[in-house]
C-alpha cells in the first residue's frame, strides 16, 4: 500500500486547512487509516482514526476542531482542521492498517506534509 499526503502549507491562527491522502496499491488490504503528527523533538502523536465502517476517533485536541473523513471511491482519507493553533504546527502523516494487524499497528505510512500555524 502506498500512501501519498497533500494540502499542507502555512496558515495563521484561526485559519483551516484541509489535507489529503491518496492510497494505492493493495488498498483491499486496507482496514483502518489514521492522520498522525510530530512536531519538531516530539514524539509522534495519533490525531484522528476511521475504521473501513466509518467510526472515528480523535485525539483530545482534536475533538471539535478536526474532522477524518474517508472515501471509499477515491480511495483517500481526509483530515479538515479548523480553528488551527500555532501548536497544530506538525508534519502530519497518513497512516493505513492490513487486515489482521494488530489494532494499535499501522503497517503502511506517508510521507508526511508540514502543517504551519502563524500566531
Known amino acids: 500500500v502506498r500512501l501519498v499526503e497533500s494540502g499542507g502549507g502555512l496558515v495563521q491562527a484561526g485559519g483551516s486547512l484541509k489535507l489529503s491522502c491518496r492510497s494505492s496499491?493493495?488498498?483491499?488490504?486496507?482496514?483502518?487509516m489514521a492522520w498522525y503528527r510530530q512536531a519538531p523533538g516530539n514524539k509522534r502523536d495519533l490525531v484522528a482514526t476511521?475504521?473501513?465502517?466509518?467510526?472515528?476517533n480523535y485525539a483530545e485536541f482534536a475533538k471539535g476542531r478536526f474532522t477524518i473523513s474517508r472515501d471509499h471511491e477515491f480511495n483517500e482519507v481526509y483530515l479538515e482542521m479548523n480553528n488551527l493553533k500555532p501548536e497544530d504546527t506538525a508534519v502530519y502523516y497518513c497512516?493505513?492498517?492490513?487486515?489482521?494487524?494488530?489494532?494499535?499497528?499501522?503497517?503502511?505510512w506517508g510521507q508526511g506534509t508540514q502543517v504551519t500555524v502563524l500566531s
Open positions: 476511521v475504521s473501513s465502517s466509518g467510526i472515528r
Open positions: 497512516a493505513a492498517r492490513s487486515y489482521g494487524v494488530d489494532q494499535y499497528e499501522y503497517d503502511s
Open positions: 496499491g493493495s488498498i483491499y488490504r486496507i482496514d483502518s
